[in-house]
């Protein structure tokens, strides 16, 4: 089915998200059918602790790319390290945030406060917790500054008890996964 939709569409740039289903079914419905470029983004650290078969996959997918994509440059050093991929084959495209939409409402909250926020997963290779530890040093030089952290994950329970032991639970809010972002 994927090859007969290759052949009808007749890409030129084919785009595989480091997911294991769409890494197989990219290959697979790309290998009968000549698409120019293959390039395969990945978007997570998880790379190293796969299961075997994911690995395969992962193996097969580098090999079959022209490019591959990543989101930081600590991922790319990952991906180097742990799938041996070249240097040069890697393009690291940042995670873009559309500035217009997040823009300070007139009237809402105060002049003096200043929020700094993050959203993601809440992870080891996320940082949460080099943020956390760098928040009492930003309450000295700015003692009006509150952090929001939005996400869930494997690590939020370690971050929490780091901000009691930190003494910065008034200054940092954990919001949790959230459904709303677009309000």
Known sequence: ????????????????????????????????????????????????YRPLYKLFIDKLSIRSAERVVCVSESQKRHIVINKKVPPEKIKVIYNGVDQNR??????????DKVIIGTVGTLRGEKG?????NAVPEVLKRCPHAYFTI??????????????????????????????????
Not at 102 to 111: A, D
Request: charged share 25%; no cysteine.
């Open 128 to 132: 949460i917790d080099v943020l956390l």
């Open 102 to 111: 997040f823009r300070p409402v007139p009237g809402m909250g105060s002049q």
């Open 1 to 48: 089915r994927f090859s007969d939709i290759f052949r009808n569409a007749r890409p030129d740039i084919l785009y595989i998200a480091g997911q294991t289903l769409s890494q197989a079914a990219g290959l697979w419905g790309s290998s009968f059918v000549k698409i120019p470029v293959k390039v395969l983004g990945f978007h997570s650290h998880d790379l190293a």
């Open 150 to 183: 939005v996400g869930d994950g494997s690590e939020r329970g370690k971050l929490e008890k780091m901000t009691r032991r930190l003494d910065i639970s008034n200054n940092v809010n954990f919001l949790g996964e959230r459904r709303d972002i677009d309000r």
